[in-house]
């Protein structure tokens, strides 16, 4: 792989230079700069094939081990034990997004509540203060 991205290198200087000497074949060197890429692309995809297949059998292989173990102690996939706990909170990072209608909604009903608080400690104190001005004073 580390020889066709030199040869690549190479080749692009090379291809340079013919045209600055005077090479008239840029029709050729255009082919051959599409067909250079296609094989780059075709190699860079071969590559991340391999990999992912290697990545895969070893992983397989692993589970086999993880498996036997399981099963030599008599332990439960941690699949299945998830199974039975109750759903968690989902993740505060991935929650949707809110629109700003339901962000206005949200802040109105705070304010509301907050409102809605203080008016009753409000109308609570008067109560309390009505009550002592009336057992202090005495209608006749």
Same mark, same amino acid.
């Given at each position: 792989m580390a020889a066709f991205v030199a040869k690549q290198m190479v080749g692009n200087k090379l291809s340079a230079v013919k045209g600055a000497v005077g090479g008239d074949d840029d029709g050729d060197d255009k082919e051959?700069?599409?067909?250079a890429?296609?094989?780059r692309q075709e190699a860079i995809r071969e590559a991340e094939e391999r990999r992912k297949e290697k990545h895969r059998k070893m992983e397989e292989e692993r589970e086999k081990m993880? *498996? $036997?173990?399981?099963?030599k102690y008599n332990i439960k996939k941690k699949e299945e034990i *998830? $199974?039975?706990m109750p759903p968690e909170d989902p993740n505060p990072l991935m929650r949707k997004k809110k629109t700003p209608e339901e962000l206005a909604r949200e802040a109105e009903a705070e304010d509301?509540?907050?409102?809605a608080e203080l008016k009753n400690s409000?109308?609570?104190q008067v109560a309390e203060?009505?009550?002592q001005i009336e057992s202090k004073c005495v209608l006749q």
């Open positions: 051959k700069e599409e067909e890429e296609r094989e993880r *498996q $036997e173990i399981r099963d *998830q $199974e039975m509301e509540g907050f409102f409000i109308e609570t203060i009505k009550t």
